[in-house]
């Protein structure tokens, strides 16, 4: 793809509505379904090393701690992700169980990801950003499509595909895809006893009832076992099924339906039993353009049912609970100098079980002095809302022990967020595109541990509070047309506070645990005969407790087309050193070993 191209992709993040992500008043950046092709990666969590401000690190053989401007933790709970519309948030513990979600990655048009607030339309939970995989119609994948591969670490890995049509604006397409990983290791070299073995299928319907009318129907199914050492393996399994209708109408306004159903059992002995039911339904309508104004609103309403066993390390009291979730928004786009000038003013509504009624309103400018400069600017509030765990929960080390370490709270509240935002994207050459993005970040409400004398509990509560700020940087530069190259820089500063009075045993390390500089660099380069080459550096600063040393690593791939039909890759991971820890968990953190392995796609 070259720059041009990339340039005027589009994406719906922002506004839910398609536009130019290059003029967007927010931070965002796109990887394409190049990019993901080029990647070599295996399973979804992966693709996100390229993304420029995200910072990726898996913990486990299956686990990744994922976030963008700071509070990194195993579950990442201020980060928004979708899947085609669908929320894998889950609001047992908050955050994304990634070591369960995958999907056919070839299947993939593009990976949008927001840094901050910017798409706070998406609800609550879109604290520090969204990560949305948006896949391909299914007339865009007809055909048969075979891929798998082996390696080192990659143990082995395989998928097919296959597409067609029904009737004369119908199309279809089905697939089955497996993942066996092998044990990540601790420091002295023993195996953590950690494998992955995963196998999913799912299938995507899309018809064209009418040139106004797009109706899609999919759905998926999965199986996930995770060794845990000597310990009983854990077992995850579930499914969704999605339905989607969009009406387009002669005025150019849009009515989108979308509703869908997710189930998922995860039992992990000894430690946490849930089984999860899922349903969502929401309407967003874009209103027809009226003289200078662009709306668009929706309402969405959400039903999440739980059942959990006790007797566990977790333990939830009531042990089953239903939450709902109503809520709506609403947002206009204000042209006040046609091609110049826009202001963006908007709001998301909701009412929870936990919190009741919640508001998280966003003002934004872009100003485009040129057509190949944009600036901008914005503020926004954003919350984080409470879950099962820091409501309902308790935990001891083992059900046989008398004392409970730590416990949720009914008080806990809604984490919140005022953000400042700037950003300056400019194109000042046909090769070359810059975008620079700063933020200040004021929290309130954070999560803390706290005790009450006498009593050794630990209690979950809202006493910190504190300012985040940093800029981001991302520079790419074509300098031939079989050459890209894509560099990016982050910088985070962190200054946070607990109230007085409050004595956190983990001084909130286990919240914060982030890194004040990353950096990624990658190479893209196509040479004669259909040969690849794609190198992909990226750096990351020491995380200071549990503390991980910072590092450099560098992944290759290289690729061979052969004929159109085939493609032939090998793939290197983490080629700079033997193992290293990439983020901790616990005061043992795992390393990831260095590996390669090769990977064969045929499509006809």
Do not use: C
């Not at 998406?122 to 082996?150: R, Y």
């Not at 869908?260 to 874009?286: G, I, K, M, Q």
């Not at 200071?544 to 040393?549: E, I, N, Q």
């Amino acid at each position: 793809m070259s720059l041009e191209d990339l340039l005027e992709v589009q994406v719906i993040s922002v506004s839910r509505s398609l536009e130019d992500w290059r003029t967007a008043p927010t931070a965002i950046s796109v990887l394409t379904h190049d990019d993901i092709r080029r990647s070599g990666a295996v399973r979804m969590a992966e693709i996100l090393r390229l993304a420029p401000g995200i910072h990726v690190g898996r913990d486990a053989g299956s686990g990744y701690a994922i976030n963008a401007r700071g509070f990194s933790s195993a579950v990442g709970n201020k980060m928004e992700v979708l899947l085609d519309g669908r929320s894998l948030y889950t609001p047992l513990f908050a955050g994304v169980s990634w070591n369960i979600q995958d999907t056919f990655l070839l299947d993939l048009d593009r990976v949008e990801t927001v840094r901050g607030p910017g798409a706070v339309l998406w609800g609550a939970n879109a604290v520090n950003g969204v990560i949305n995989f948006v896949s391909k119609s299914a007339d865009e994948t007809q055909g048969l499509l075979v891929s798998g591969g082996s390696g080192t670490e990659e143990h082995g890995f395989a998928g097919i595909r296959y597409g067609g049509k029904l009737g004369l604006d119908s199309y279809y397409r089905a697939y089955f895809k497996h993942v066996s990983r092998d044990d990540a290791i601790f420091g002295n070299g023993a195996s953590v006893g950690d494998s992955l073995r995963q196998s999913q299928g799912g299938f995507r319907l899309d018809s064209f009832l009418s040139p106004a009318d797009h109706v899609t129907l999919q759905g998926d199914l999965y199986f996930d076992r995770t060794r845990r050492g000597a310990r009983a393996p854990a077992r995850y399994e579930g499914g969704n099924l999605l339905g989607r209708w969009q009406r387009s109408f002669a005025d150019d306004s849009r009515l989108h339906v979308q509703t869908y159903y997710d189930r998922n059992v995860s039992n992990v002995p000894a430690d946490f039993y849930e089984d999860r039911n899922t349903a969502e339904l929401e309407l967003t309508y874009r209103f027809p353009s009226l003289d200078r104004h662009q709306l668009v609103a929706g309402v969405v309403y959400r039903h999440s049912a739980d059942e959990t066993r006790n007797g566990r390390s977790y333990v939830f009291t009531p042990p089953s609970r239903t939450i709902r979730l109503f809520g709506g928004f609403a947002q206009d786009e204000i042209t006040l100098l046609p091609e110049r000038l826009t202001l963006t003013v908007g709001s998301k509504f909701e009412n929870n079980d936990f919190t009741g009624f919640e508001m998280q309103p966003s003002v934004r400018l872009a100003f485009r002095p040129t057509p190949r400069q944009t600036l901008w600017t914005s503020i926004s509030r954003a919350v984080r809302t409470p879950t099962r765990a820091e409501h309902d929960a308790y935990f001891r080390p083992d059900y046989t022990y008398p004392l409970i370490l730590f416990r949720g709270d009914r008080s806990f509240d809604s984490e919140t967020l005022v953000a400042f935002e700037a950003g300056y994207r400019v194109r000042p050459d046909e090769n070359l595109f810059v975008d620079l993005a700063v933020f200040l970040n004021r929290y309130d409400n954070l999560r803390t541990f706290s005790s009450e004398p006498p009593d050794p509990t630990l209690i979950l509560r809202n006493a910190r509070e504190g300012d985040t700020a940093g800029a981001e940087l991302m520079i790419t530069w074509q300098p031939a047309s079989w050459w890209r190259l894509t560099g990016s820089y982050s910088y985070l500063h962190e200054d946070l506070r607990f109230e007085s009075g409050i004595v956190d045993p983990t001084a909130g390390f286990l919240e914060t645990n982030d890194a004040p500089h990353t950096a990624k660099l990658t190479s893209a380069i196509n040479l004669r005969n259909n040969v690849e080459i794609d190198l992909s550096f990226r750096y990351v600063d020491r995380l200071p407790f549990p503390y991980v040393p910072s590092y450099l690593e560098l992944d290759v791939r290289l690729g061979w087309r052969p004929t159109e039909a085939l493609e032939l890759s090998l793939v290197g991971r983490n080629l700079l050193d033997a193992s290293h820890p990439e983020f901790a968990a616990t005061i043992m953190p795992v390393e990831i070993e260095r590996g390669a392995y090769f990977q064969i796609t045929w499509h006809h």
